[in-house]
């Protein structure tokens, strides 16, 4: 008798024959011998390339294969992690072997990658011609046609070009021309270029079950060439990769890449009806006839800040679709999270943040780039995620009704629960991605560095990157630290990998933003910014891991209490307010509370009890650290807000709202009154404003020149004002609301006789003009000043015998009496002000008269004292006065409530000028 | 036997009888606890070959030299491992018959033939659902009915309806006994008498109307004697549903049966112009039999498909045709299924189906060849070769992915002629290839013999059911490969240690799509719960061919075993209306088998 599982097809497929050019320790050598156990293989971890070739390690293909089905059936679509338990797959340099052996024998090996069991094979011109032919493409033509009465021909012609543009030409001499000169400049580049191999099986045997649509993260140019190398380099079938139209731009690149398997989407056609529909066809042709794996980017573009993008749905949609109307079994989902431990585009991204534009991509370019390729780019992860069935994730969540009743080639729009699932899908990726991303040292070091500027003790930063590298443990994150490397050499290579962000300056580590001593101000601040924006891209990648428990850290600061109900309120109002900024799993904010509660718990940094959370003592570090890395997010949101609710009265645009909201925040970052470099970064902008849409303070409308936006100022103010309910929680790092104080209200030192004061008159009057009570110096005379003046003075008086030092002295002695007074109050005094200086002062023709047509008085001045207590004192970045006089109406005209306009004259301390 | 005596005897549980003459007839003939006639079954000899037994079937004492192997391969079976039934029912498993006295007295006064043994009432309290023959050969029936009453006419049928009425009974209608749907237990909760009414002795035919081709019939009549009676006039329904040997007419209106040949005559809906049936309420009938009206709502489809819950039908007025003059089998070999289906597609599209028109899949076409007999001379066995080598070296077909059309041609022998040459000329546009009479008449043969296979399987730990849909031509292809997908992957789920069969055969062609039928059987060693994994894999079976918009059933019907996707498949309204129906009809739940609704 037959053994009884030779024929089941869930064992692993039959041995391939080994290639040739391998050399015997290819990678999938492990494979075939199947000896050892995966136990074995963990406690050999240390001894790797002894153990590869030796080829004594168990293969995962059976567990691998049956898994998919089994371990995540009934699972919920969001689970929480096990964050501690997580086991993840070891990594193995794929560089290594390219280091080692012939890459032209390497690019022209035998390659015969596994494919779809269910494959008809065919050209990919054939491709072509199916999709034009398919009944979907076809019935959209002919509806075109009836509608703007053009023959079907033309429009069959339309369709033909939009498939040239877009269809790719695999080719295999391409893809052994990028094979080749990919090793070289990978092995240039990289240092090593790391994948889990485990993941490699996996999806070998996924390729063969089920068509597979491969979800890589986006960071680099470098991750789609990276991706289809390393298939080839397994033997899998490469894939076909959806990329950005701009790419067509690069002549021969462009043209080499289509060869190699990529095809081009423009990045917008929602209006093009028949650009959807070839699109749309082309891509689920491929898919459903598992012609290759599909590869695109869930984030729709390269991630410029290292944060994962929210995902874009339209091309999911599409490979969904085949499976909804079970046009194949299922799909396969392969999440892929590609780390770099240093992005090839960091300097390029900080400047397009910034608004310097990003390049076109041209060849000549690309050839520019290659000044890159003497430089260092560390390690590259890739970590090929496990296969998830879309079948299973959609058990139960599908109403198969709207694909029994209509015709499948007719388009359709997906139901709203289709979308709701389109949309769980892909933040469930995502998540996935973000889970088995790998993090560097670097990362910590980054992260550390951005709380500790302008410079960080070095010894310092060792301890504090240690710790948080427990912590980042403790909240699930995936580190890549090697066991033995101790801590001062992890940071110190990471410094080396990234010393064009930071630098070991005499024991302290410093960012690089050279030319701060020198330069125009806003020069400064636009290199500060850079330096903090690259570095920034790193500390990112902690973001998303550490997101729930720091949430829920802020809103132990800002809610009133520590009732649960309160902070989950606030973590909620946090949750939604970065909706954008971080990849949250929809509608499952409590879900997020708990897992960031669960985790602060974990690590010491909060108890629960019944009703309340509340911080520990011992936590307080945590939770200020958490705090503190998300500071530049609270704080960036609320200038963002602020300017949208103060500046944007009208409908505006998008293209109107970046360079605004920068030039605000510049102005900002130059006075010194914010010190939120990151609000700069249009991305934050961006993801504000979408925010804000999302909440209901903006609205967005679709003109046909494209969206604009209008704002809610109420609402707006209202979300201000509950990240303003917490500003006492974090008062010293607030950066736009000025410091509080207390102002007293007394008369004048008692050698200065007294005039008339009108305490309560005075309260009233000012308070229009300031949020504070003002301080009532009463006014002295100036004669009484002059006569009050002693000896000494007079003498320097006497030597400096200008009437603008005389004047200047005299201001100093009058308010060396009361230091820190801020108002001078004196109604109709005939002395009038005290000046600060000779020049400018008004001319009685100078104060104009009140709107009610009687003259104005000198009511109150403001001293520049202020500037110092509001912390705005900053040399050449603040605004700056001497003093401010404010004239009032002699008549004290309108009694009503309504504002009246006054007259104010600003004196400097050198030149004066009105406003 | 004890069913028919004379005398009247005093009721006790087990062995009460009523009156009658010929009740249980057929009973007698046929397995208790499996399919078909108990002469007729397929067991490995002494040499271990597989044969059949029998003489009624063409395949009766052959022997099958590559059964063994083929069943080996497929299941991973073995003939050491054998599970035996029980040989004979346990009567004293079997749960006491309770009924009221006063009823039995009215029903001796009707002179009714009815009987209250073990038996009888075993043998009605199942159809052919997998399970029911499990608990045949290992357990029993929770609720079974309390007795059997055979009337012989519509009359004696009003009589138990008003007795039914009176007592407040439930009663369940018995024609064959062939159901696949669980049509047939009994509700487990029900506490009233529950009669089984069996039609079997209403099974005359009562006129003949040559000038208009209709016949009227008593519902109980089995399709086989329905069609050798008119055969002796020369007649034919031409409605031969693949259980033609033991359903009876009323089975197939109160299931809207579909016959092989449809293509020509008709399905149950076409071939009926008149129904008589006895309810609660009264009796519902028309006033003339016509072709068709316009009097409202067709009545009759109330009835066709009311899988016994309404009422009784008794008599049907059916279309009749002369006996073809000429039958001819054929086969066509397609490279592959996709192949075939288009085919099968552009003969619907030409509306030129023969009277029967069916495509095996791959695997079906394996085990009908592991079911070849020995052949008779060397001569057959080198043509076999030469065919063989045609196919697949010549003509480059893969034995391993091709595919099988069998087809019935009927009518008149020119015709039938020019017929076969329009079809086969359509297959050759799509790569077929005429494969022979033989083949075609042995593909039509097996059907009937199939269903014999279950009970084999059943001996070696091999389970396996048969279901079917109807589905639209554009999905056809998907919905067969998802659903055999589905099946194996369910089983691979549920622990089944081997490979599960998994085959379909796309078995009619209407213009709008088709009918498709699904073989499923796994080998349950090393499973506990067999029947619930079974049941489970069905379930999600079923779930595969909705979501693939594909039907509930396309001739099975519901009964209890689909219940749960009616209100899916005909919306809370539509069931709304079926339920006001019942409602009216029959108020108190006398016909309480719980079926469809």
Redesign the interface.
Same mark, same amino acid.
């Given at each position: 008798?037959?053994p009884?599982?030779a024929?089941?097809?869930?064992l692993p497929p039959p041995n391939r024959t080994r290639q040739p050019g391998r050399g015997g320790a290819g990678p999938w050598a492990p494979r075939e011998a199947a000896a050892g156990s995966r136990a074995a293989r963990r406690g050999r971890a240390g001894e790797r390339g002894a153990g590869r070739r030796s080829g004594a390690r168990r293969t995962m293909a059976t567990e691998a294969a049956?898994a998919p089905?089994?371990a995540r059936?009934g699972a919920p679509m969001y689970s929480q992690k096990e964050l501690t338990s997580k086991k993840r797959d070891e990594f193995e340099d794929i560089l290594e072997e390219r280091r080692l052996s012939s890459d032209l024998r390497y690019a022209m090996k035998c390659y015969t990658p596994v494919i779809y069991k269910g494959l008809s094979p065919c050209k990919p011109n054939a491709i072509k011609s199916a999709v034009l032919q398919s009944e979907q493409v076809q019935y959209v033509i002919k509806q075109l046609a009836k509608e703007m009465g053009e023959s079907p021909d033309i429009i069959q012609e339309e369709a033909t070009e939009i498939l040239d543009e877009m269809g790719h030409r695999m080719q295999l001499g391409a893809v052994r021309f990028f094979a080749f000169t990919l090793s070289k400049i990978f092995k240039q580049l990289f240092q090593r270029v790391c994948v889990n191999e485990e993941g490699m099986q996996r999806l070998q045997h996924a390729i063969q079950e089920h068509p597979v649509v491969l979800l890589p993260s986006h960071r680099s140019y470098v991750d789609f060439l990276m991706l289809s190398y390393l298939l080839y380099t397994y033997d899998l079938a490469l894939p076909v990769i959806a990329a950005g139209i701009d790419f067509l731009g690069m002549k021969i690149v462009g043209e080499l890449l289509r060869r190699a398997g990529a095809f081009f989407m423009r990045r917008s056609f929602g209006g093009n009806r028949l650009y959807w529909a070839v699109f749309a066809e082309y891509v689920k042709t491929m898919l459903r006839s598992g012609y290759a794996p599909i590869e695109f980017f869930l984030e729709g573009t390269r991630s410029r800040t290292a944060k994962t993008l929210t995902p874009k749905f339209g091309l999911l949609s599409i490979v969904m679709e085949p499976f909804f109307?079970?046009?194949v079994?299922d799909t396969y989902l392969v999440p892929i999270s590609i780390s770099y431990e240093r992005i090839l585009e960091e300097s390029l991204y900080a400047y397009e943040l910034l608004g310097v534009p990003k390049p076109k991509e041209s060849t000549s370019g690309l050839l520019k780039a290659r000044r890159i390729l003497s430089d260092n780019f560390g390690t590259i992860h890739i970590y090929v995620g496990q296969p998830v069935s879309l079948r299973t994730l959609a058990s139960g969540r599908?109403n198969?009704c709207p694909?029994?009743l209509v015709?499948?080639h007719l388009p359709q729009k997906p139901s709203e629960d289709i979308q709701e699932f389109v949309s769980d899908v892909a933040y469930k990726m995502e998540l996935l991605q973000i889970e088995n991303m790998v993090l560097s040292p670097w990362v910590l070091v980054a992260a550390v560095l951005l709380q500790n500027l302008p410079a960080m003790e070095f010894e310092l930063l060792i301890e504090k990157t240690l710790w948080l590298k427990g912590l980042t443990q403790t909240f699930g994150g995936f580190i890549e630290w090697p066991d033995n490397l101790c801590a001062k050499k992890a940071v110190l290579s990471g410094l080396t990998l990234h010393s064009n962000i930071a630098s070991l300056v005499d024991g302290h580590v410093v960012l690089n933003d050279k030319g701060m001593e020198d330069g125009a101000v806003g020069e400064m601040v636009f290199r500060h910014a850079l330096a903090v924006l690259m570095c920034a891209t790193y500390r990112n990648q902690l973001l998303n891991v550490f997101v729930r428990p720091a949430l829920v850290a802020i809103a132990l600061q800002m809610a009133p209490s520590f009732r649960k109900e309160e902070v989950y309120s606030c973590f909620n109002f946090l949750r939604d307010v970065f909706s954008d900024e971080f990849i949250f799993f929809p509608g499952i904010s409590l879900k997020d509370f708990e897992e960031g509660c669960f985790l602060l718990t974990k690590c010491d940094a909060i108890q629960t009890s019944q009703q309340e959370i509340y911080p520990t003592d011992k936590g307080s570090g945590t939770v200020s650290f958490l705090s503190a890395m998300f500071r530049p997010f609270v704080e960036g949101y609320q200038l963002i807000f602020r300017y949208l609710s103060k500046e944007m009265k009208e409908a505006f645009t998008e293209k109107q709202f970046i360079p605004g909201v920068r030039n605000f925040v510049f102005q900002l970052l130059e006075k010194g009154s914010t010190q939120c470099y990151e609000a700069l970064s249009s991305d934050m902008q961006k993801n504000a404003l979408s925010a804000l849409v999302q909440l209901g303070a903006v609205k967005k409308k679709k003109m046909p020149s494209g969206f604009t936006y209008n704002v809610n100022q109420e609402a707006v103010s209202k979300i201000l004002d509950m990240f303003d309910d917490s500003a006492d929680a974090i008062p010293e790092h607030n950066e736009f609301l000025f410091p509080e104080y207390e102002i007293l209200i007394e008369p004048e030192e008692p050698e200065f006789p007294a005039d008339s004061t009108d305490d309560e008159q005075g309260a009233e009057d000012t308070s229009k003009g300031a949020k504070e009570q003002e301080e009532l110096g009463a006014a002295g005379t100036a004669d009484e000043a002059f006569q009050s003046l002693d000896e000494e003075t007079l003498e320097a008086m006497a030597k400096h015998e200008t009437e603008e030092e005389k004047i200047f002295q005299m201001f100093k002695k009058q308010v060396a009496a009361e230091p820190e007074q801020i108002i001078r109050y004196c109604r109709g005094g005939e002395e009038g002000p005290l000046w600060v200086s000779g020049e400018n002062r008004p001319e009685e023709k100078d104060i104009p008269n009140c709107v009610c047509g009687a003259k104005r008085i000198f009511e109150f001045q403001i001293m520049p004292q202020l500037l110092n207590h509001l912390q705005v004192d900053s040399l050449g970045e603040s605004i700056d006065w001497g003093t401010l006089v404010v004239y009032t109406c002699a008549d004290s005209c309108g009694g009503g409530s309504e504002y009246l306009e006054e007259f104010i004259w600003k004196q400097d301390y050198s030149m004066g000028c009105t406003l | 036997r004890k069913t028919n005596k004379s005398f009247p005897v005093p009721t006790t549980p087990c062995t009460a009888t009523g009156w009658g003459q010929r009740a249980g007839k057929e009973q007698e003939l046929l397995k208790w606890n499996g399919w078909g006639y108990n002469d007729s079954k397929f067991i490995f000899n002494k040499k271990g070959q597989a044969e059949f037994t029998g003489k009624r079937y063409r395949l009766g004492g052959m022997v099958l030299p590559t059964f063994k192997e083929w069943i080996?391969?497929t299941f991973?079976a073995?003939l050491e491992h054998k599970t035996t039934s029980r040989a004979s029912l346990n009567v004293n498993d079997v749960p006491p018959s309770i009924v009221n006295e006063e009823f039995l007295q009215d029903l001796r006064a009707t002179k009714i033939s009815y009987s209250q043994d073990a038996e009888d009432r075993v043998f009605r309290a199942h159809g052919h659902c997998l399970h029911e023959i499990f608990v045949l050969r290992e357990g029993m029936f929770k609720r079974i009915p309390d007795i059997v009453v055979w009337p012989v006419c519509h009359e004696d049928v009003v009589k138990i309806v008003e007795l039914a009425c009176k007592h407040n009974l439930c009663i369940i209608p018995f024609g064959g006994g062939t159901s696949v749907s669980s049509a047939l237990e009994c509700p487990e909760e029900e506490k009233r008498t529950i009669v089984s009414l069996d039609t079997s002795q209403m099974n005359r035919i009562l006129w003949i109307d040559e000038k208009n081709l209709t016949a009227c019939v008593e519902a109980g009549i089995v399709g086989q004697d329905l069609e050798k009676q008119l055969a002796e006039s020369g007649f034919c329904t031409g409605h031969e549903p693949d259980s033609m040997e033991f359903s009876s007419l009323g089975g197939w209106v109160a299931t809207r049966a579909s016959g092989m040949k449809k293509n020509i005559y008709g399905n149950i809906e076409d071939l009926v112009i008149h129904i008589k049936m006895v309810t609660p309420r009264g009796i519902v009938e028309k006033n003339c039999q016509v072709p068709r009206m316009s009097t409202g709502p067709d009545i009759h489809h109330f009835i066709m498909g009311s899988e016994g819950t309404l009422g009784v039908v008794t008599e049907v007025t059916i279309k009749i045709r002369p006996v073809p003059e000429y039958q001819k089998y054929g086969s066509v070999v397609f490279p592959n299924f996709e192949r075939g289906v288009a085919c099968l597609r552009e003969v619907a599209k030409q509306r030129c189906a023969p009277a029967s028109i069916r495509l095996v899949d791959n695997a079906q076409f394996q085990f009908g060849h592991a079911l070849k007999p020995q052949v008779a001379s060397i001569f057959t066995s080198f043509l076999d070769g030469l065919k063989k080598f045609y196919i697949t070296k010549f003509k480059g077909f893969d034995p391993n992915i091709l595919c099988v059309a069998t087809l019935l041609f009927e009518g008149d022998r020119e015709k039938v002629l020019q017929h076969e040459k329009q079809v086969y000329d359509i297959a050759t546009k799509f790569g077929g290839l005429a494969a022979g009479e033989d083949n075609g008449q042995r593909g039509y043969m097996l059907t009937f013999v199939i269903a014999y296979l279950r009970d084999l399987g059943l001996d070696y730990y091999v389970i396996g059911e048969s279901f079917e849909t109807s589905v639209p031509w554009?999905?056809v292809l998907?919905?067969c490969? $998802?659903v055999k997908?589905?099946i194996?992957?369910e089983c691979?789920?549920k622990g089944v240690?081997?490979?599960p069969l998994s085959t379909c055969r796309v078995t009619q062609t209407y213009d709008a799509g088709a009918c498709v039928y699904f073989y499923f059987a796994f080998n349950y060693r090393g499973i506990s719960d067999p029947i619930h994994v079974y049941e489970q894999i069905e379930r999600a079976a079923r779930e595969e061919i909705?979501? $693939?918009?594909g039907s509930l059933s396309h001739h099975h019907g519901v009964g209890k075993l689909r219940k749960r996707w009616m209100k899916e498949s005909i919306s809370d309204v539509g069931l709304g209306m079926l339920r006001s129906v019942k409602e009216y009809v029959d108020p108190n739940n006398i016909f309480g088998n719980k079926n469809l609704l």
């Amino acid at each position: 008798m037959a053994p009884p599982m030779a024929r089941c097809p869930r064992l692993p497929p039959p041995n391939r024959t080994r290639q040739p050019g391998r050399g015997g320790a290819g990678p999938w050598a492990p494979r075939e011998a199947a000896a050892g156990s995966r136990a074995a293989r963990r406690g050999r971890a240390g001894e790797r390339g002894a153990g590869r070739r030796s080829g004594a390690r168990r293969t995962m293909a059976t567990e691998a294969a049956a898994a998919p089905g089994r371990a995540r059936r009934g699972a919920p679509m969001y689970s929480q992690k096990e964050l501690t338990s997580k086991k993840r797959d070891e990594f193995e340099d794929i560089l290594e072997e390219r280091r080692l052996s012939s890459d032209l024998r390497y690019a022209m090996k035998c390659y015969t990658p596994v494919i779809y069991k269910g494959l008809s094979p065919c050209k990919p011109n054939a491709i072509k011609s199916a999709v034009l032919q398919s009944e979907q493409v076809q019935y959209v033509i002919k509806q075109l046609a009836k509608e703007m009465g053009e023959s079907p021909d033309i429009i069959q012609e339309e369709a033909t070009e939009i498939l040239d543009e877009m269809g790719h030409r695999m080719q295999l001499g391409a893809v052994r021309f990028f094979a080749f000169t990919l090793s070289k400049i990978f092995k240039q580049l990289f240092q090593r270029v790391c994948v889990n191999e485990e993941g490699m099986q996996r999806l070998q045997h996924a390729i063969q079950e089920h068509p597979v649509v491969l979800l890589p993260s986006h960071r680099s140019y470098v991750d789609f060439l990276m991706l289809s190398y390393l298939l080839y380099t397994y033997d899998l079938a490469l894939p076909v990769i959806a990329a950005g139209i701009d790419f067509l731009g690069m002549k021969i690149v462009g043209e080499l890449l289509r060869r190699a398997g990529a095809f081009f989407m423009r990045r917008s056609f929602g209006g093009n009806r028949l650009y959807w529909a070839v699109f749309a066809e082309y891509v689920k042709t491929m898919l459903r006839s598992g012609y290759a794996p599909i590869e695109f980017f869930l984030e729709g573009t390269r991630s410029r800040t290292a944060k994962t993008l929210t995902p874009k749905f339209g091309l999911l949609s599409i490979v969904m679709e085949p499976f909804f109307k079970r046009e194949v079994f299922d799909t396969y989902l392969v999440p892929i999270s590609i780390s770099y431990e240093r992005i090839l585009e960091e300097s390029l991204y900080a400047y397009e943040l910034l608004g310097v534009p990003k390049p076109k991509e041209s060849t000549s370019g690309l050839l520019k780039a290659r000044r890159i390729l003497s430089d260092n780019f560390g390690t590259i992860h890739i970590y090929v995620g496990q296969p998830v069935s879309l079948r299973t994730l959609a058990s139960g969540r599908i109403n198969r009704c709207p694909y029994n009743l209509v015709p499948r080639h007719l388009p359709q729009k997906p139901s709203e629960d289709i979308q709701e699932f389109v949309s769980d899908v892909a933040y469930k990726m995502e998540l996935l991605q973000i889970e088995n991303m790998v993090l560097s040292p670097w990362v910590l070091v980054a992260a550390v560095l951005l709380q500790n500027l302008p410079a960080m003790e070095f010894e310092l930063l060792i301890e504090k990157t240690l710790w948080l590298k427990g912590l980042t443990q403790t909240f699930g994150g995936f580190i890549e630290w090697p066991d033995n490397l101790c801590a001062k050499k992890a940071v110190l290579s990471g410094l080396t990998l990234h010393s064009n962000i930071a630098s070991l300056v005499d024991g302290h580590v410093v960012l690089n933003d050279k030319g701060m001593e020198d330069g125009a101000v806003g020069e400064m601040v636009f290199r500060h910014a850079l330096a903090v924006l690259m570095c920034a891209t790193y500390r990112n990648q902690l973001l998303n891991v550490f997101v729930r428990p720091a949430l829920v850290a802020i809103a132990l600061q800002m809610a009133p209490s520590f009732r649960k109900e309160e902070v989950y309120s606030c973590f909620n109002f946090l949750r939604d307010v970065f909706s954008d900024e971080f990849i949250f799993f929809p509608g499952i904010s409590l879900k997020d509370f708990e897992e960031g509660c669960f985790l602060l718990t974990k690590c010491d940094a909060i108890q629960t009890s019944q009703q309340e959370i509340y911080p520990t003592d011992k936590g307080s570090g945590t939770v200020s650290f958490l705090s503190a890395m998300f500071r530049p997010f609270v704080e960036g949101y609320q200038l963002i807000f602020r300017y949208l609710s103060k500046e944007m009265k009208e409908a505006f645009t998008e293209k109107q709202f970046i360079p605004g909201v920068r030039n605000f925040v510049f102005q900002l970052l130059e006075k010194g009154s914010t010190q939120c470099y990151e609000a700069l970064s249009s991305d934050m902008q961006k993801n504000a404003l979408s925010a804000l849409v999302q909440l209901g303070a903006v609205k967005k409308k679709k003109m046909p020149s494209g969206f604009t936006y209008n704002v809610n100022q109420e609402a707006v103010s209202k979300i201000l004002d509950m990240f303003d309910d917490s500003a006492d929680a974090i008062p010293e790092h607030n950066e736009f609301l000025f410091p509080e104080y207390e102002i007293l209200i007394e008369p004048e030192e008692p050698e200065f006789p007294a005039d008339s004061t009108d305490d309560e008159q005075g309260a009233e009057d000012t308070s229009k003009g300031a949020k504070e009570q003002e301080e009532l110096g009463a006014a002295g005379t100036a004669d009484e000043a002059f006569q009050s003046l002693d000896e000494e003075t007079l003498e320097a008086m006497a030597k400096h015998e200008t009437e603008e030092e005389k004047i200047f002295q005299m201001f100093k002695k009058q308010v060396a009496a009361e230091p820190e007074q801020i108002i001078r109050y004196c109604r109709g005094g005939e002395e009038g002000p005290l000046w600060v200086s000779g020049e400018n002062r008004p001319e009685e023709k100078d104060i104009p008269n009140c709107v009610c047509g009687a003259k104005r008085i000198f009511e109150f001045q403001i001293m520049p004292q202020l500037l110092n207590h509001l912390q705005v004192d900053s040399l050449g970045e603040s605004i700056d006065w001497g003093t401010l006089v404010v004239y009032t109406c002699a008549d004290s005209c309108g009694g009503g409530s309504e504002y009246l306009e006054e007259f104010i004259w600003k004196q400097d301390y050198s030149m004066g000028c009105t406003l | 036997r004890k069913t028919n005596k004379s005398f009247p005897v005093p009721t006790t549980p087990c062995t009460a009888t009523g009156w009658g003459q010929r009740a249980g007839k057929e009973q007698e003939l046929l397995k208790w606890n499996g399919w078909g006639y108990n002469d007729s079954k397929f067991i490995f000899n002494k040499k271990g070959q597989a044969e059949f037994t029998g003489k009624r079937y063409r395949l009766g004492g052959m022997v099958l030299p590559t059964f063994k192997e083929w069943i080996e391969k497929t299941f991973g079976a073995s003939l050491e491992h054998k599970t035996t039934s029980r040989a004979s029912l346990n009567v004293n498993d079997v749960p006491p018959s309770i009924v009221n006295e006063e009823f039995l007295q009215d029903l001796r006064a009707t002179k009714i033939s009815y009987s209250q043994d073990a038996e009888d009432r075993v043998f009605r309290a199942h159809g052919h659902c997998l399970h029911e023959i499990f608990v045949l050969r290992e357990g029993m029936f929770k609720r079974i009915p309390d007795i059997v009453v055979w009337p012989v006419c519509h009359e004696d049928v009003v009589k138990i309806v008003e007795l039914a009425c009176k007592h407040n009974l439930c009663i369940i209608p018995f024609g064959g006994g062939t159901s696949v749907s669980s049509a047939l237990e009994c509700p487990e909760e029900e506490k009233r008498t529950i009669v089984s009414l069996d039609t079997s002795q209403m099974n005359r035919i009562l006129w003949i109307d040559e000038k208009n081709l209709t016949a009227c019939v008593e519902a109980g009549i089995v399709g086989q004697d329905l069609e050798k009676q008119l055969a002796e006039s020369g007649f034919c329904t031409g409605h031969e549903p693949d259980s033609m040997e033991f359903s009876s007419l009323g089975g197939w209106v109160a299931t809207r049966a579909s016959g092989m040949k449809k293509n020509i005559y008709g399905n149950i809906e076409d071939l009926v112009i008149h129904i008589k049936m006895v309810t609660p309420r009264g009796i519902v009938e028309k006033n003339c039999q016509v072709p068709r009206m316009s009097t409202g709502p067709d009545i009759h489809h109330f009835i066709m498909g009311s899988e016994g819950t309404l009422g009784v039908v008794t008599e049907v007025t059916i279309k009749i045709r002369p006996v073809p003059e000429y039958q001819k089998y054929g086969s066509v070999v397609f490279p592959n299924f996709e192949r075939g289906v288009a085919c099968l597609r552009e003969v619907a599209k030409q509306r030129c189906a023969p009277a029967s028109i069916r495509l095996v899949d791959n695997a079906q076409f394996q085990f009908g060849h592991a079911l070849k007999p020995q052949v008779a001379s060397i001569f057959t066995s080198f043509l076999d070769g030469l065919k063989k080598f045609y196919i697949t070296k010549f003509k480059g077909f893969d034995p391993n992915i091709l595919c099988v059309a069998t087809l019935l041609f009927e009518g008149d022998r020119e015709k039938v002629l020019q017929h076969e040459k329009q079809v086969y000329d359509i297959a050759t546009k799509f790569g077929g290839l005429a494969a022979g009479e033989d083949n075609g008449q042995r593909g039509y043969m097996l059907t009937f013999v199939i269903a014999y296979l279950r009970d084999l399987g059943l001996d070696y730990y091999v389970i396996g059911e048969s279901f079917e849909t109807s589905v639209p031509w554009d999905r056809v292809l998907d919905l067969c490969r $998802n659903v055999k997908e589905r099946i194996v992957r369910e089983c691979k789920e549920k622990g089944v240690q081997f490979a599960p069969l998994s085959t379909c055969r796309v078995t009619q062609t209407y213009d709008a799509g088709a009918c498709v039928y699904f073989y499923f059987a796994f080998n349950y060693r090393g499973i506990s719960d067999p029947i619930h994994v079974y049941e489970q894999i069905e379930r999600a079976a079923r779930e595969e061919i909705l979501a $693939n918009g594909g039907s509930l059933s396309h001739h099975h019907g519901v009964g209890k075993l689909r219940k749960r996707w009616m209100k899916e498949s005909i919306s809370d309204v539509g069931l709304g209306m079926l339920r006001s129906v019942k409602e009216y009809v029959d108020p108190n739940n006398i016909f309480g088998n719980k079926n469809l609704l």
